[in-house]
C-alpha cells in the first residue's frame, strides 16, 4: 500500500484520539464520556445499571401542548373563580397569542379519586386512571418555549434552538443498542403530518449520525422496502452491500471525521439486517384479537394511536431503547379555541390504548424495564383564549411518568390554585431530562460528548435528577 505523506498535523491529532471518549463510558460510569469520531464500541456500548431499572423508553408525545388543567391538574379554585379577570395577586405571564384580560376559563372535566393512592384525574383519562397507583404525576414542570417550536425542541433536545441531540440520541449513545438488527430510536406519528421541527426532535445533533432516529410509518407497512426487489436473492442483495461497503470505506479511509458516511454504511448494514428480522416485529397479525381490543384497535377513534401502542411494545420487546410516538402531530392539541372539542377527541384516541400499553407490558412483565412517559411541550393556561380555549402555559405543568423503577400513585410538585406557575418541587425540562437518565442508570453528570472543544451534556450543565421519583 503506497506511504501518505499527506497527513497533517490536525489530521494526526483528530485521529489520534478516536475512540477514547466512548470506551470511557463502556468501562466504568464513574468517569465522564467524552465523544470521539465513531467507533463501533459507540454503536454497542453498555453500562451497569448503577441507580435505576429502566432499560427501555416509550414517550408518548402530545404535540401542541394538552392541558393539565383538564386532565391531571384539579383546580376547584379556577372553576370558583371562573368568568372573572385574574386576580391581581397573581403575575401576568407573557403570553404566545397576547389576549389580554381574557377572564379566567373553567374546567368542564368531572374529576375523581382513583386507586389506593386517590390521585385526581379528569374524566378525559378514564382508562389510564385505572393505572393511577402505577403513575407518578408530575405537576410542575417548567420549559422555557413559549412557542410550539422552542417548546417541543426543548423537550426533545434540551434547547429552545435546534441543532442539539435528541434525548433518545444521547440515550442510545449512553447505553448503546440491545438488537443489532433493529434501530435503536424509532419514531412513530399518528398522521402523515409532521411535527413543528420535525426529524430535528429526533436528530442526533453534533453527534455521530448513527444516533438519530428512524421514523416508521404511521400506516400501512410501517418499514417501507424491506422486501428485496422482484429476482434479486438475498446473496446477491448480500454482495451488492458488501461491494458498497468497501468502496465507501476505502473512501472514508482518511476521511475519518466524516461521521455521515460510516452512519450510511451501518445504515445500509442495518437495513440488510433489518430485513431478516423487522418483518416478523413489526407484523401485528401475530396478536390475539383481546390483545388488539386491549389497545383500541377495534374501535376507529383509537385505532391508530393503539396500533403505535402495541408497535412500540413489541419494539422495545425486541431491544429498541427508544420509541417516541406522537399524538397530535402538527400540534394539534393546539386547542386555542374550542378545547372541549379538541381535547375530548384527541384524549379519547389516546386514553384507552395508553391503558393497553401500560396493562400490556405488566403483564408480560415489561413495565419495571420499560420507563412510559406522557406529556407535550406545555401546558395551557387558566384565562381562556378566544372564549373557549386556552393560549400556551409553560410556567407550569403536567407530565408522567410510570415503570422503569418508578414510584407509583405519587404526584410530584405543584401547581399555583389556578394552575398558571409551578410553585412547589419545580422541575424544569433539564430536570426531566436528567431524571429520566437517572431511571435508566445514567448519571446526567457524568454523560458528556465533547463538542468543538465543550463538554456537552443534555440539560445543558442546569439540570438536577429527582431521585424521590424512584420505587
Known sequence: MPYDNSITRRDF????????????????????VLGAPL???????KIPNQVGRAKHVIFCFMEGGPSHLDTFDRKPVLNKLAGQKLPPSFKMPILAMGESNAPLLASRRKWKQHGESGLWISDWFEHVAQHADDLAIIQSCVSDGINHAGGTCQMNTGSIFGGRPSLGAWINYALGTENDNLPGLVVIKDSAANPVNGVRNWGNGFMPAIYQGVEFNSDGVPIKYLDNPKGVTAERQRDKLDLLATLNRDYGATRTDNTELDARIRTYELAYQMQAEAPNVVDLSTESNATKSLYGMDDPATAVYGRNCLLARRLVENGVR?????????????????IEDNHGKLCRSVDKPIAGLLSDLKARGLLDETLVIWGGEFGRTPMSEQGDGRDHNPNGFTMWMAGGGVKGGQTIGATDDLGLYAVEDKMHVHDLHATILHLLGVDHTKLIYAHKGRPERIDLNEGHAYDKING
Open 322 to 338: 427508544f420509541v417516541q410516538l406522537y399524538s397530535g402531530a402538527g400540534s394539534k392539541w393546539d386547542a386555542h379555541k374550542g
Open 39 to 45: 467507533s463501533p464500541a459507540a454503536v454497542h456500548a
Open 13 to 32: 491529532m483528530s485521529r489520534a484520539g478516536a475512540g477514547l471518549g466512548a470506551s470511557s463510558l463502556a468501562a466504568k460510569l464513574s468517569k465522564p
